[in-house]
């Protein structure tokens, strides 16, 4: 029953439960007036929990005197802007995730705590007034007259670095204008301008880049999605910069997402002199505190561009006017654990709420981008030929079945590798397998490294003289003598980057060689710099996985040579040829991108697969014609739309048990429309010390599917998982893993 009330916060909690909860304002006195936006601590069962005021109400559905007051208001001013709310809570109804959870997850991660906001800017100082009255009594005070004058020059204060880079150590001096009163403390606003100059110093468009700038800025000022469909080396960053700077001189923001933090610094040297506009960039790997004042600086419109990886989508910007998607196939847009979101399908329904035009590109489109621009959905812009001049590379594929291969490497890309070193050109070298082997085996009985967490065996990484479980993380020494047999003759099988490298700088002892993956650029500054030296020429021979395959420039590169493909031709995931066939793409338009013709040479054992002959006869945009009928025949997305719900457990059975259960729930609610199949145990059943199963729903229309979740998990929710059962859903599942 209804009761009116003086003040009802609707808040979302910090914790995995749907729905919102209604609490009173504080009992205690506070400056503070609750609105939504503002995080709260609450009383929430025996504890206390974090969350956010959604709403404000005079009604509730409880009891009043069972509501409880929150214990505190944590933030001065709202955090979360009305738009910023609705976009998140959207989201966690579409992808059915807890609204508190997933509102803490577009925080920043102080912000996930009891903690006050970080004052904006970095610290400094500033002249009061009788500082700016007393400047001509410091004739025997030189180096604190030297402050004053600078500080003068600069009204509105200078932070500490700028201070020391223009005095030098002046800390002395500032104590004692300090101590006089003469200056005080500020925060001085610390987001970066990229300098430069105009749209003039950079390249002349071709037609097809002019074509698709004045489609999107036509757009400018209400919602479009546009698919920009550019083969590798078309000049795709050149068109989102000439789009930013007529948007960013309207004094709109804008946020231009990309899939990995390794691309990052390659954008903003490009930006770098092209624009001039304050901007921040957003990615995991930045501190706490850098990440805060960045996130801040968007969410006040203090910065005017926000570059940044998957959870930049939820940066608050008041005054969006375009999103651009870099790569837009990527898969790293999707988020595999928690709040399961896909950026890339969020950003378009974040530029319908903004209502600005959203532009995703890719030189190998997702078949459901793809089918979107088909539809007529999306506005469909295509730059068919490189920019510059530059031809495509030509595409070889190498049979090595019965060849000599020295680690992985045919005679025949040997030869070419030294041709091409030896007329003073770069060569790439792409093995998506890191480590010095992916097993170890003892050659007497055939004993296997294996992970005691997984059902899967232990990659031997030399160098760390360690076998390293690569889904679970385990790791453990490798064993002198086998421990099954306990003779000696342990033996590498296969090859990852390490062994390639280390073969490499046998056979090119002279050539500097760089080898970039996860192990190689642990420490801050290292991918950076080794990709810097890349594309400046200094090293002629790269060797990488598939941090080398996404986006970047190296315009000396003639050759490129993928060692390994077949592991990825045969997948068990309908997805996996879409996979392979964007990975080729990517790998192969590292070659030829300046004036100096480019070859790419694939090393497989199944010349004749057709995913192969495709891509080398017609190309990537026919294999997604092919693949994509394959899929409308057989209803798989994006002819239709599927949930997968996981289940784990450390007990063998109890993880099926909970999906049988949650079928059995879904019976009288699927009907015609949703069709519920499984349970069945996952590709990898054992990972991590927990065995995995899966359950699938799938419809032809999604809002068919949506009711059906929404009725489903309230039943789900009301299972016992028995046995420690943790169990999530994934709408829109990108991985079956």
């Not at 190998?364 to 530059?390: C, D, F």
């Amino acid at each position: 029953m209804s009761t009116d009330t003086p003040l009802i916060l609707r808040v979302a909690v910090d914790a995995p439960v749907a729905g919102l909860f209604d609490y009173l304002p504080p009992v205690a006195r506070t400056e503070n007036t609750p609105a939504p936006g503002m995080r709260v601590l609450v009383p929430f069962g025996r504890s206390q929990r974090l969350g956010v005021i959604v709403a404000l109400a005079t009604r509730t559905e409880r009891e009043p005197d069972r509501l409880k007051p929150v214990a505190s208001l944590l933030d001065p001013i709202p955090l979360l802007g009305a738009a910023d709310l609705a976009f998140v809570l959207w989201a966690a109804g579409y992808y059915h995730h807890a609204p508190g959870e997933a509102l803490f997850g577009a925080l920043p991660a102080r912000l996930r705590r009891p903690l006050p906001p970080l004052e904006s800017g970095e610290p400094g100082w500033r002249l009061t007034a009788a500082g700016h009255a007393g400047t001509d009594s410091l004739t025997r005070a030189p180096r604190q007259a030297q402050v004053v004058r600078l500080l003068l020059a600069h009204r509105s204060g200078l932070g500490r670095a700028e201070l020391r880079g223009h005095l030098g150590d002046c800390r002395s001096a500032l104590r004692a204008l300090a101590a006089r009163g003469w200056i005080e403390p500020c925060r001085i606003a610390s987001v970066p301008r990229i300098a430069g100059g105009a749209a003039a110093t950079g390249p002349e468009l071709d037609v097809y880049q002019r074509r698709a700038v004045d489609g999107v800025q036509g757009a400018f000022g209400g919602f479009r999605a546009f698919l920009l469909e550019g083969v590798t080396g078309s000049g795709k960053t050149e068109v989102y910069i000439r789009l930013l700077q007529t948007l960013l001189a309207a004094g709109r923001q804008a946020l231009l997402l990309v899939p990995e933090i390794g691309l990052t610094p390659q954008l903003l040297q490009r930006l770098t002199g092209r624009l001039e506009a304050p901007m921040v960039a957003l990615h995991s790997a930045l501190q706490a505190g850098e990440r805060e004042r960045a996130w801040r600086s968007a969410a006040t419109g203090e910065a005017a561009l926000v570059l940044g990886t998957r959870s930049a989508i939820f940066v608050p910007l008041p005054r969006l006017g375009l999103i651009l998607v870099d790569e837009e196939h990527d898969l790293s847009f999707k988020q595999q654990e928690g709040f399961r979101y896909s950026a890339r399908d969020l950003a378009v329904r974040r530029a319908q709420q903004a209502r600005c035009p959203v532009v995703l590109g890719s030189a190998t489109p997702s078949l459901e981008t793809l089918h979107n621009a088909r539809r007529g959905r999306y506005a469909w812009l295509e730059l068919p030929q490189r920019a510059g001049g530059a031809s495509p590379p030509e595409l070889l594929t190498l049979d090595i079945r019965a060849q000599p291969l020295r680690a992985g490497l045919s005679p025949v890309l040997l030869r070419l590798m030294r041709e091409e070193l030896g007329n003073g050109n770069q060569v790439l070298l792409f093995l998506n397998r890191r480590g010095f082997a992916p097993v170890l085996t003892c050659h007497e009985c055939g004993w296997v490294g294996e992970c005691s967490r997984c059902d899967a065996r232990l990659t031997l990484h030399r160098a760390a003289n360690r076998l390293w479980c690569h889904h679970c993380g385990w790791l453990r020494a490798v064993p002198e003598v086998c421990p099954n047999c306990g003779e000696t003759d342990l033996r590498p099988l296969g090859q990852g980057t390490e062994r390639v490298e280390a073969e490499l700088r046998d056979l090119f002892p002279d050539i500097p060689l760089a080898r970039i993956d996860r192990d190689s650029t642990r420490r801050k500054g290292e991918l950076e710099r080794l990709l810097g030296a890349a594309r400046r020429g200094e090293i002629p021979l790269l060797l990488g996985t598939q941090m080398l395959a996404k986006g970047h420039h190296f315009p000396g590169v003639t050759l490129v040579g993928i060692l390994e493909l077949d592991q990825g031709l045969y997948g068990a995931d309908f997805r996996a040829p879409e996979r392979m066939a964007q990975l080729v793409v990517q790998v192969a338009g590292r070659a030829g991108r300046a004036r100096r013709a480019g070859r790419v040479v694939l090393q497989t054992r199944h010349p004749e697969h057709p995913l192969l002959l495709s891509l080398r006869r017609r190309g990537y945009p026919a294999f997604a014609a092919a693949a994509l009928e394959e899929r409308r025949q057989a209803a798989l997305p994006p002819f239709s739309h599927q949930a997968l719900m996981r289940a784990e457990s450390r007990d063998e059975q109890a993880a099926a048990s909970f999906l049988e259960r949650a079928a059995h729930a879904a019976t009288d609610l699927a009907g015609r429309e949703v069709t519920v199949a499984g349970p069945v145990p996952a590709p990898m059943e054992r990972r991590g010390g927990r065995y995995h199963a899966h359950l699938l729903a799938q419809a032809d229309r999604r809002p068919s599917l949506q009711a059906f979740l929404t009725a489903w998990l309230v039943r789900v929710r009301a299972l016992k998982g028995g046995s420690g059962v943790r169990w999530s859903l994934d709408a829109d599942p990108q991985e079956m893993l």
